[in-house]
């Protein structure tokens, strides 16, 4: 079985992460390759592992997905995407969002991700989007200003 099966029809929520990083005012968000969500523009992120950090996963999910290493500034919010399948639950995230400076690395694609841009972090540009980005950037901008 895969990692990707291992996360239907969990029998606990599955932790994850996911980094609004921000660079010269701009945030990055990366198009999702992959379902839930697969053609829509979110953060980068993904499952923490057992015996790692939140911010160590957040670290980690940021190399591994788009090539970024950044500073992670502060907690901006969770986020609890919960998907039914009639009365069983298909798929159920917690995930800790965090706001972070770029500090190198040019982002890249990966298998994960098809399309990247840095953008403003109050005008998505139209990008169709995960439910609540618009709310979260707003949030993690703040941070960043800081």
Do not use: C, K, N, Q
Not at 78 to 103: K, M, N, Q, S, Y
């Amino acid at each position: 079985m895969s990692e990707r099966e291992d996360r239907l029809y969990p029998a606990r929520p599955i932790p994850a992460v996911s980094t609004a990083v921000f660079r010269d005012g701009r945030a990055l968000i990366a198009r999702r390759t992959r379902a839930p969500w697969r053609g829509a523009f979110s953060l980068p992120g993904g499952a923490v592992e057992v015996g790692e950090t939140l911010e160590a996963a957040a670290a980690r999910e940021l190399a591994e997905e788009v090539g970024v290493e950044a500073d992670i500034l502060g907690f901006v919010r969770h986020v609890e995407p919960i998907e039914r399948e009639g009365l069983r639950v298909r798929a159920h995230f917690i995930i800790t969002v965090f706001a972070a400076r770029w500090r190198r690395g040019e982002p890249r694609l990966s298998d994960e991700v098809d399309e990247i841009a840095w953008i403003d972090p109050y005008d998505l540009g139209g990008r169709p989007t995960t439910p609540e980005l618009p709310d979260i950037l707003a949030r993690a901008a703040v941070i960043a200003a800081r």
